[in-house]
């Protein structure tokens, strides 16, 4: 453990956790050290930019609130949260696809009826969903679990609307015997993650945009399948190819139909045009023990 070296270090670390008891975590811990001792001399890191990259993780997590999480932001721009689902999420083409959680889910949702209105009065382009849960082979999943929630008009989550108290935009719902589940809110907005921070600052320095596509985020859960997270995109939004957090693929993207004034598909009347989205989602089976 004396007179280490820049050839010598790596090794001496790693025999440091040769007692690690969990085979696993010395797995993680192994490989961990080694590629960054790797990247450290790849680059030829210099104690200045040692200094600043152990300040920008310090600013990261001093950014962090109950409703904020820049690492996990930190994680999505770096392409981590996707690679991560990519591998852990390997699903054959007939079933929906998996997509990024994104930081602003809640568990303090309320739980609503079928076709209830979750806008929360925002205002916006009403927006109809209907959806169905089903299984490889078309058969409906009752009693699912799903979780919805998006942005407003603005781009804005309800956590960041001035004077918004209540939840709003998101709900969760269960699955009729059909299979379906239905909602109205309004049509979500292209937004930008947030750059008031040190992910900001790496944004600017390497000239991307902050501009995710306007979506809508479901995540549904059934006894004996896979939990879906996942996420729907207009068509016609000028951010696909561009989102920050890579989380957009081909098969979630969706037309999002607008129709003109008048009954809406719940009857209700509607003094303004509207979007009317429908989707069936296909779930995954659990894998045979």
């Known amino acids: 453990m004396r007179d280490l070296t820049s050839d010598t270090i790596t090794e001496a670390v790693i025999a440091t956790m040769r007692d690690t008891k969990d085979s696993r975590v010395a797995e993680i811990l192994e490989s961990l050290v080694r590629h960054l001792h790797s990247f450290v001399r790849e680059v030829g890191l210099t104690e200045e930019e040692w200094a600043q990259g152990v300040d920008f993780l310090t600013r990261t997590g001093q950014k962090c609130t109950p409703t904020r999480q820049e690492f996990i ?27 990024v959680l994104g930081p602003f889910f809640r568990e ?22 209907e959806g169905r849960v089903v299984d490889r082979g078309g058969a409906p999943v009752a009693s699912a679990a799903v979780d ?20 709003a935009m998101r709900a969760l719902f269960r699955t009729d015997e059909t299979g379906h589940f239905s909602f109205r809110s309004i049509r979500p907005s292209s937004y930008p993650i947030p750059g008031d921070g040190p992910v900001g600052e790496l944004m600017s320095a390497t000239s991307r945009s902050l501009m995710r596509p306007a979506h809508v985020h479901l995540l549904m859960e059934a006894a004996g399948f896979q939990r879906l997270t996942t996420m729907l995109f207009p068509s016609e939004d000028p951010y696909l190819d561009m989102d920050p957090v890579f989380g957009v693929k081909e098969s979630l993207v969706e037309s999002f139909d607008t129709y003109g004034a008048g009954a809406g598909p719940y009857g209700e009347q509607t003094d303004v045009s509207y979007t009317l989205l429908r989707r069936t989602f296909v779930l995954e089976p659990l894998p045979a023990d």
Do not use: C, K
């Open 73 to 99: 932001l930190l994680s999505d721009v770096l392409g981590v949260t996707m690679l991560v689902d990519a591998l852990s999420n390997r699903r054959p083409a007939e079933a929906t696809q998996n997509s």
């Open 148 to 167: 919805v929630w998006h942005s407003d008009a603005e781009g804005h989550y309800d956590v960041d609307v001035p004077g918004q108290v209540d939840p």
């Open 108 to 129: 303090d949702r309320p739980r609503s009826a079928d076709a209830a209105d979750i806008s929360g009065g925002l205002p916006g382009t009403p927006l109809f969903f």
